[in-house]
Each structure stands twice: as structure tokens, then as C-alpha cells.
């Protein structure tokens, strides 16, 4: 059974974990990140996320997960991207962005920048929760989520902006 930490709504942990699934008062939050995977020529991976999956299956978006009990969002960062793409990245790959606090789902949404220097037929997809994955330029991103096919969330071109200014 996988066990996710309660954290308030501060960010702190309260020390009260419960099972995956499990319903959240309106001041009880989980831990999850998402990782912006940038490749030398400042392409962007994304992934078609698998049909089975129970939130938005079968949308294009960015590798994201929720952290298991004990995990910080960055040792879960590196895992969600071992576990869905088959590759081992580094902490030092790795660049908090910032944090956000979704209070519709009870979330505290990390984001990361991560720096690889690989082609996608080295990936080895989970096949539960990735169907498919590409590198897109700036532009290409920009016009998947104008068109719907990416997911968008509230500040995802507050964070597009910066990720391309940082590049």
C-alpha cells in the first residue's frame, strides 16, 4: 500500500500520512512535482500520457507525479523520471523552479527544470502512464497548448515564459 505525508497549508508537514486515494480536509495538502525536461537544443519533452490512466488519460503534458511517504518533491522528481521514461538523472540535473498550491486538488505542486542530453528511442516508457513521448520546440509547445492538445494549468505560461528566458 503506497502512503502519502499530509503537509498544511504553510508547505509543513503535519507528520500524518495516509493511503493513496485517500480524501483530504480543506487544510491537508500532498506533495507532487512536475519535471520540465530541456534537452541542449532547448527542446521540451512531453509525453502522451497512457489511456489507462485515471487523470487525464490520453492528454499530451509535462512528466508529473505524486511523492511517496518519507520522499522529498526532488528524490521523487528523479523517480517519477526513472520510473515513467526508464532514465537516471541526477540532483545536479535538477533546478526548483517554484511552488505552487492548488487547493482545488489539495497539492503542492513542485516544479523542476531538468537537463538531459538524450534521444527518445533511449527511453524505456512505463506503459501504464506513457504512451509516447517527443521533444518540441518552444513554438510547437506554445501552439499544443492553444490548441488544447496539452494540458494546460493556471500558470503554465507563467512558468513556459520563464523556463524559455532561463534557456
Known sequence: ???WDIYDEKGKS???KVSKGSIFSKKEYHLAMEAWIINPDNHILIQKRSENCEVLPGIWALTTGRMISG????????R??????GIAVDKKDCSFIRRIF??????IWDLY????????ENFVLQKDEVDEVKWVTSAEFKQMLKSGILFEYP???????YVCQIN
Open 113 to 120: 527544470l531538468v537537463r538531459i542530453d538524450m534521444s527518445t
Open 80 to 85: 517519477e523520471i526513472h520510473e515513467e521514461l
Open 155 to 161: 500558470e503554465i505560461y507563467e512558468v513556459f515564459s
Open 1 to 3: 500500500m503506497e502512503l
Open 102 to 107: 492548488r487547493n482545488n486538488s489539495n497539492l
Open 71 to 78: 520522499e522529498s518533491s526532488l528524490e521523487g522528481c528523479i
Open 14 to 16: 503535519t507528520g500524518k
